[in-house]
């Protein structure tokens, strides 16, 4: 599949903050049915990016399309076609999971019908039984997780932007995410994540972009970013491209 058909086409994408660049002429594309993985360590700019590709943010300058919808065109219809998770994600508090997804999938227009059926599937997939009718307050950080997660999936988005969404989770919810993330690929989504979590990246992804210091160092395939750098694993590779260099 090429780059005329991606689900999302970021294009130049430049924020700054003041005298900070946070983002500097970045491109991206997804395509249907793949995981694209974003990673770079704390403040390389990767929340940044994400928020520009989902309309939160404005970019100074680049273009981005979803579905060919031009976000800065047609924000609200480009805006319907994104899934979007965030570190920062909150809960209402007096709600159930349940309710909180019931509420949301109204919002998205989805019928009763269709939205009582897809609440129950993502309670499955996502093992929330013992959970999804207790106040969100009652959470842990790994229920909350995954049902943030379980937001951003609900109304089966053509793409979903995910910002790292296995942080601080202990093992068992982590891996809960993962193969909810294969399951919405295996759909045919387009799924752009962000992670520091090289190991992560290297499972999950069919591409990946490296940025560092608000720009995209390199991007392809595990096997291609290997290759380029003569390093024998993703994480040397980062280190050599953001130039601190690695022992041979």
Do not use: W
């Not at 991606?6 to 003041?18: H, N, S």
């Not at 993985?37 to 994400?50: E, Q, R, S, V």
């Not at 750098?229 to 690695?246: E, H, I, P, W, Y």
Request: with cysteine.
């Amino acid at each position: 599949m090429t780059d005329n058909s991606a689900t999302l086409r970021a294009e130049g994408l430049t924020k700054r903050f003041g005298a900070v660049l946070a983002v500097d002429q970045a491109t991206i594309h997804v395509n249907p049915g793949e995981v694209v993985g974003l990673l770079g360590p704390n403040g390389a700019g990767k929340t940044t990016m994400l928020r520009m590709i989902a309309g939160i943010l404005t970019p100074d300058s680049g273009r981005v399309t979803i579905t060919g919808l031009d976000m800065a065109e047609r924000p609200l219809e480009a805006k319907r076609a994104i899934g979007f998770h965030s570190g920062d994600t909150q809960l209402y508090r007096r709600l159930n999971a349940r309710e909180a997804l019931i509420y949301f999938g109204r919002l998205y227009g989805m019928t009763e019908e269709r939205l009582r059926a897809r609440v129950d599937e993502l309670v499955e997939m996502l093992e929330m039984g013992a959970f999804c009718d207790r106040p969100c307050d009652t959470y842990s950080a790994g229920q909350k997780q995954r049902a943030n997660i379980a937001r951003a999936f609900l109304h089966d988005p053509d793409l979903l932007i995910l910002d790292e969404p296995t942080t601080a989770l202990d093992v068992i919810s982590g891996q809960f995410i993962v193969e909810a993330i294969r399951a919405e690929k295996a759909a045919g989504r387009a799924v752009l994540f962000s992670t520091h979590i090289m190991g992560e990246a290297e499972y999950l992804c069919d591409r990946i972009a490296l940025l560092h210091q608000g720009r995209i160092v390199d991007q392809g395939r595990l096997d291609e970013l290997l290759e380029r750098s003569g390093c024998r694993n993703l994480t040397d590779t980062f280190l050599q491209l953001a130039g601190r260099g690695v022992a041979a």
